[in-house]
């Protein structure tokens, strides 16, 4: 065999291999999920039930449908840390709104289907702010996000006296089902959940937006010069995060009635890790929404394994959470690298 030759075949191979490493990465949340599962099911006789589930999916659903709008956000090379804060500013804003507009249109679906509106237009100009402060501002996500969070809470704060701001009662058993209610034996957050992410997943990798999105975040001057409209294409990222927070707000309403200073706290922190387990490049430049969908089942598990077998204090998800971000970052890192 000549060295050509035997060059050849030695290439083929290596691209055989590289082909299955990179199959079994792309692949590994999935695997990861399956093995939480495998895991879970062994540990408690109840983790697989219909119930256990129904009850994971339907809590996953609302940082979901935030972290979606995050696989948008961080797939441009973004960063949106005040998701936690805005949904309670939201359910705040919205919970008031409604309450007060009960006298003129009542307590029935109409005043709660005004109240969907009115959560969606907040949720998208609070992201359009974000974006428009980062883009044209030309300051850092991080820093605007980082100050954005405060305010947003603070408000609510004030808004809330340190207290809490509950729906009219009259209003809860109209909002009810947006929740409580099921479809077919099947919640219906985990339908909107479901239509949402392959809505995303459509626009992110079939549209010229998606596109657009990605190529900016793989590199923002190249793009520029590819005359991509890259700051439009950036601020409708954030607006989409916004809009995202604002459907989720609504799902979650119905659940507690109120809105207080505590809502949405560290949802930020989830909603990225569960985009980042999902196999979203932190830096930019890649993002798949079905990742983030197994991404958030994952922290979803966790956190339901820790609550049924007292495995360790469930005060302590957070870190957990934590120590995931950190080690999908630096796997992220070393493929990078390698």
């Not at 359910?91 to 109409?110: C, D, K, P, Y």
């Not at 190249?222 to 927070?245: E, F, H, K, M, W």
Request: charged share 10%; glycine share 14%.
């Amino acid at each position: 065999m000549s060295d050509i030759s035997a060059t050849h075949v030695g290439s083929a191979g290596g691209s055989g291999r590289q082909k299955a490493l990179k199959a079994f990465e792309a692949a590994g949340p999935l695997l990861a999920l399956i093995f939480l599962m495998i895991i879970g099911s062994l540990m408690s006789s109840s983790f697989l039930g219909a119930e256990n589930l129904s009850n994971v999916f339907t809590r996953s659903a609302i940082i979901g449908i935030i972290a979606i709008g995050a696989t948008f956000v961080i797939t441009a090379g973004g960063l949106d840390l005040s998701v936690g804060s805005l949904s309670a500013l939201v359910a705040g804003v919205a919970i008031m709104v409604m309450n007060q507009a009960t006298g003129s249109f009542g307590t029935g679906w109409l005043l709660v289907a005004a109240g969907i509106v009115f959560s969606l237009l907040l949720g998208a100009a609070a992201g359009f702010f974000n974006g428009a402060m980062i883009v044209k501002g030309r300051v850092e996500a991080f820093i605007v996000t980082l100050g954005t969070m405060g305010v947003f809470r603070s408000i609510l704060t004030w808004l809330s006296d340190g207290g809490s701001i509950s729906l009219d009662f009259a209003l809860r058993d109209a909002a009810r089902p947006i929740y409580y209610g099921t479809i077919g034996g099947i919640a219906v957050p985990i339908f909107v959940f479901i239509a949402i992410a392959v809505i995303a997943e459509v626009v992110l990798r079939r549209t010229r937006f998606g596109r657009h999105v990605a190529a900016i975040g793989s590199n923002r001057y190249v793009a520029l010069y590819s005359a991509i409209p890259v700051d439009r294409v950036r601020i409708l990222t954030y607006v989409i995060q916004g809009l995202c927070v604002g459907i989720a707000t609504v799902i979650y309403v119905p659940r507690l009635g109120a809105a207080t200073p505590s809502t949405g706290m560290m949802w930020e922190l989830e909603a990225i890790a569960s985009v980042i387990i999902g196999g979203t490049a932190l830096g930019g430049g890649f993002g798949r929404v079905w990742g983030t969908v197994v991404g958030v089942l994952i922290l979803g598990f966790i956190s339901n394994i820790l609550n049924l077998t007292g495995f360790i204090s469930p005060y302590l998800n957070g870190a957990v959470q934590g120590a995931i971000i950190v080690i999908a970052v630096l796997l992220q890192r070393d493929r990078s690298q390698g």
